[in-house]
Nanobody, 122 residues
């Protein structure tokens, strides 16, 4: 099964920045991509999504102004720039892709990565 591969997570201090990367296998070219995050015992939460061209993005209100989503020219890598980290940003961050869906619903996405852990110390 094809899978996305996230990287870039780790331990950071509040106020720091991180850049999460998601690399997509060739078949997910032309797909809409998104980032979600999840903490233990909670539902997976939408963070950001980007269209195939990269010209359209949507950011969750909870992180707007601090998080930015972008993608590479070959379209096979998507980044999530996380600035001004807060303790409440600590979570496992997941990358997701869909050939047809662009939005905030978990069920709209077909492919998922294994997640990358972000830990924030205050």
């Amino acid at each position: 099964q094809e899978q996305l591969v996230e990287s870039g997570g780790g331990l950071a201090q509040a106020g720091d920045s991180l850049r999460l990367s998601c690399k997509a296998p060739g078949r997910t070219f032309g797909s809409y991509m998104a980032w979600f995050r999840q903490t233990p015992g909670k539902e997976r939460e939408f963070v950001a999504a980007i269209s195939w061209s990269g010209s359209n993005t949507v950011i969750a209100n909870s992180v707007k102004g601090r998080f930015t989503i972008s993608r590479s020219k070959p379209k096979d890598t998507v980044w999530l720039q996380v600035d001004s980290l807060k303790p409440e940003d600590a979570a496992v961050y997941y990358c997701a892709a869909s050939m047809t869906y662009y939005g905030e619903a978990v069920e709209g996405y077909t492919w998922w990565g294994q997640g990358t852990q972000v830990t924030v110390s205050s």
